[in-house]
C-alpha cells in the first residue's frame, strides 16, 4: 500500500535531511517566502520539501506568541496550532493528573502532543491517540524526545480504557474540510458535533480512573454533569478553555486565573461561594467597583467577588461588584465611583464638558449598547482639554441602565 504522502513529508522534516533544511531556514517572511522556495530549489532541495518546509517555518512564526520557544522545537498543522494548549496551562494541568496517583494516561485525540508532552515531562506514561494519519505523525515527532510517549494512529471511541487509567480528551473544533484563506477550517458549536463527541467523553469517564476533558470557554454551565470539578481557566486576561475534571476530590465551578510576570506562572483559584442578592435600589451603590477577570465570569462566579469583598453584583448578571472599599484580589480590578449617571449620551455629554479631561474609555458589561455608537454620540472633541482620564463604565444597577463615571485605582 502506497504511504500518505502528507505523512511521508512530515516524517522526513522529523529528521535527516529534511529536519536539517528546516533547521537552518532563516526566520520567517511573509514578502521573502517565494523568493527562498526558488532559491532553495535552485539548490536542488525537493520541491515538496521546500513547501512543507516553509510551511512549518511560517506556523511556527505564527505559534511563538502562544507557545515561546517552544515552537521552534515542534512539527505543527494550522488546525493543530489553533487548539494547541499553552504550555503553563498544560503543565498545571499534567502536575493535577499526576497528583491523581496514576501512571498511566491516554491521550484521546492528541492533536499536536503538546498536552502529552506535559503529561510525559510530570513522569507520566502516555499514550497518545489520533485517528488523523497526519496530525499523529506531527505528534509522534513532537514527543521523540519521551522514551515513555507512544503514538497511535486510531479513533478515540475503539480505545480501551482501563480502570487504573487517567484519560484526557480534547475534542476537535473545527470540522474537515474548506479552509478559510488564513488556512482554518469552521468551528463547531453543538457538543454532538466535537470529535470525539461528548458522548464518548462521558463514556470514557465512566470508566477511568480519571477524566480530564478540555472544552470551549464558551461551555454552557447548564451541561455540566453532577460530581464533577469544572475549571474555566485563563492567563493575563485571556480566558483559554473549561476543563471538566472526574476522580478529583473537588466538585463545582472554578476560575483558575493565571499572571505570567516571571520565570513561571502564578496561578489563582476562586470556588463557589455564598453570597448575598444583587441591588434591588441604585441607592444602595457603594463608593467602589469591582470588576472581575472575564475567566471569573466565564465562570459565572462574579457573585464569589462579592462575597470576597463583602459587596453585591451591581445587578444580576451585570458583571460588576459593588463594595465599601478595595481588597486586593488577583481577579478583579478596583474603579473608585466618581458619578451615576443614567445611560443617556446628552446627560454624560453634559457632565463632561463641564470637567476637563484628558482620554474617555469606555468600558461595558450588561447593557445592549454599542460603545463606539456612544462614543459617536458623545461628541468628544478631536482633541482632549487635559486632564485625567475619563473612565465610563455602561451597564446596570439594580436593573436601570446606567453610566458610571470612575476613577481606576491601582493598589
Not at 460530581?227 to 472554578?254: I, K, M, P, Q
Not at 461561594?273 to 441591588?279: G, Y
Request: glycine fraction near 8%; aromatic fraction near 4%.
Amino acid at each position: 500500500m502506497t504511504a500518505d504522502p502528507a505523512v511521508a513529508l512530515m516524517d522526513r522534516l522529523r529528521d535527516g535531511p529534511g529536519a536539517q533544511l528546516l533547521s537552518g531556514l532563516p526566520p520567517y517572511e511573509e514578502s521573502g517566502a517565494l523568493a527562498l522556495m526558488s532559491r532553495l530549489r535552485a539548490q536542488g532541495h525537493d520541491a515538496d520539501l521546500v513547501s512543507a518546509a516553509l510551511t512549518q517555518a511560517r506556523l511556527r512564526a505564527r505559534a511563538r506568541p502562544r507557545l515561546g520557544a517552544l515552537a521552534d522545537e515542534l512539527l505543527l498543522t494550522q488546525d493543530g496550532l489553533e487548539q494547541a494548549t499553552r504550555p503553563a496551562v498544560a503543565a498545571r494541568r499534567a502536575r493535577m493528573v499526576a497528583g491523581t496517583g496514576v501512571e498511566h494516561v491516554l491521550d484521546l485525540g492528541c492533536g499536536l502532543g503538546l498536552d502529552a508532552r506535559a503529561l510525559a515531562e510530570a513522569g507520566l506514561a502516555v499514550t497518545a491517540v489520533d485517528s488523523d494519519p497526519v496530525v499523529a505523525a506531527a505528534a509522534r515527532a513532537n514527543l521523540a524526545p519521551f522514551d515513555r510517549a507512544r503514538v497511535v494512529v486510531a479513533d478515540a471511541a475503539d480505545v480501551t480504557v482501563g480502570p487504573g487509567d487517567a484519560a484526557f480528551l480534547d475534542p476537535a473544533r473545527r470540522t474537515p474540510g474548506r479552509a478559510d484563506v488564513a488556512g482554518r477550517t469552521r468551528r463547531v458549536h453543538r457538543l454532538a458535533d466535537l470529535s470525539p463527541p461528548f458522548g464518548t467523553v462521558l463514556d470514557v469517564a465512566a470508566r477511568a480512573r480519571a477524566t480530564v476533558a478540555k472544552l470551549s470557554p464558551v461551555f454552557p454551565r447548564a451541561q455540566i454533569p453532577a460530581d464533577v470539578c469544572a475549571e474555566w481557566v485563563g492567563l493575563d486576561g485571556d480566558v483559554l478553555e473549561c476543563a471538566l475534571w472526574w476522580g478529583l476530590d473537588s466538585t463545582g465551578r472554578h476560575a483558575v486565573v493565571g499572571h505570567d510576570a516571571g520565570p513561571e506562572v502564578t496561578w489563582h483559584e476562586l470556588g463557589e461561594l455564598p453570597h448575598d442578592e444583587p441591588l434591588t435600589r441604585a441607592d444602595e451603590l457603594g463608593p467602589w467597583l469591582a470588576e472581575p477577570d472575564r475567566t471569573v465570569l466565564a465562570a459565572g462566579l462574579t457573585g464569589s467577588v462579592a462575597a470576597l469583598v463583602r459587596g453585591r453584583e451591581v445587578s444580576a448578571g451585570a458583571g460588576y461588584v459593588t463594595a465599601p472599599a478595595p481588597v486586593d484580589l488577583p481577579f478583579a480590578r478596583w474603579y473608585a465611583v466618581r458619578e451615576v449617571l443614567p445611560l443617556q449620551a446628552r446627560t454624560v455629554r453634559a457632565w463632561l464638558r463641564e470637567r476637563p479631561h484628558g482620554a474617555v474609555t469606555i468600558k461595558k458589561r450588561g447593557v445592549q449598547v454599542d460603545p463606539d455608537a456612544f462614543r459617536t454620540e458623545l461628541r468628544l472633541p478631536r482633541k482632549a482639554r487635559g486632564g485625567v482620564e475619563a473612565v465610563l463604565v455602561l451597564t446596570t444597577v439594580a436593573g436601570a441602565p446606567t453610566v458610571l463615571m470612575v476613577d481606576r485605582h491601582d493598589p
